[in-house]
């Protein structure tokens, strides 16, 4: 159902408030440079620091923008099952195609406990499902087997898979369904994991070269397999400056450079350090963006 180069879209702030003119400027970018799907109020949109309003708000705005155009698969995933249940019943009725559902971060439930987590959100929303799985984040990993069990479910569509496991992520593939899709969450394992059977990748890159990214994954699931490898390898720098610092501190800021948001974040994020910053700009510059 969903596949290519999705972009995990910032959520950019001007005075402490949602910057919509930034915002839908963001959008309109993505798609003139051929994403192929857009994440509002994932990890990177900031989502956990977004009051309700704001992120009902993000997701209106993104459905409004994109007319249809591209996909648009809303993060409305919580530690609350109640509260996901809640944002997943808002995306459905703003018209997404699709949500996002983190795996509930910081109360560590059991393998069983998350099966019953998505199998509650699932009854409750009758809509197009994608697990994410990232435990450097949430402190919990989701097993192939528990994927398994909640692939046969049948709005549970796909998992981003963000572990850095490339054996999870083959397992996964192996023990789900054909039509089941497995999207890379992290940039610098898109190809391999593309090579393991996975659609596409949700990028935090595709924020800044949007068209770099979707260009590898559409080579690769176009059979240009030379062709995807050296597109890789072309984005290796970038892929890790967006990791100097936690994202999305690099990615907001490389945006800020480029002239597109204002350098902001919410607290606990911060401004990046002067000599990251200083080696972020100098990526940038190599890659022609500022």
């Given at each position: 159902m969903f596949s290519g180069a999705i972009v995990a879209i910032v959520t950019p702030f001007k005075d402490g408030k949602l910057d919509e003119d930034a915002f839908r400027g963001l959008i309109e970018f993505q798609i003139e440079q051929g994403i192929a799907g857009i994440v509002p109020c994932g990890t990177t949109g900031e989502s956990a620091t977004l009051s309700y309003e704001?992120?009902?708000?993000?997701?209106?705005?993104?459905?409004e923008t994109v007319a249809g155009r591209v996909p648009v698969i809303a993060g409305t995933g919580s530690n609350s099952t109640d509260e996901a249940v809640k944002l997943t019943k808002h995306a459905k009725e703003a018209g997404v195609d699709g949500v996002l559902l983190i795996t509930?971060?910081?109360?560590?439930?059991?393998?069983?406990?998350?099966?019953?987590?998505?199998?509650?959100?699932?009854?409750?929303?009758?809509?197009?499902?994608?697990?994410?799985?990232?435990?450097s984040r949430t402190g919990i990993n989701m097993t192939y087997e528990t994927v398994a069990t909640l692939a046969k479910i049948d709005v549970i569509v796909g998992i981003k898979e963000a572990s850095g496991n490339l054996v999870q992520c083959g397992r996964i593939i192996d023990n789900t369904p054909d039509d089941f899709v497995l999207l890379s969450g992290d940039d610098g394992l898109a190809l391999p994991i593309l090579s393991l059977g996975g659609k596409g990748v949700i990028s935090v890159t595709a924020n800044v070269l949007p068209s770099k990214v979707t260009q590898m994954v559409e080579s690769f699931l176009k059979g240009d397999v030379v062709g995807a490898r050296k597109l890789h390898y072309e984005l290796l720098e970038i892929n890790s400056a967006m990791f100097i610092e936690t994202n999305p501190i690099p990615?907001?800021?490389?945006?800020?450079?480029?002239?597109?948001?204002?350098?902001?974040?919410?607290l606990p994020l911060c401004q990046m350090a002067g000599a990251n910053k200083k080696k972020l700009f100098d990526v940038l510059k190599s890659y022609g963006l500022v």
């Open positions: 704001e992120h009902e708000r993000v997701i209106d705005i993104t459905v509930p971060y910081y109360n560590k439930p059991t393998q069983d406990g998350l099966v019953k987590h998505y199998e509650a959100i699932a009854k409750a929303c009758d809509i197009p499902q994608v697990l994410y799985n990232v435990p990615v907001k800021t490389a945006l800020s450079m480029m002239g597109k948001i204002n350098e902001e974040l919410r």
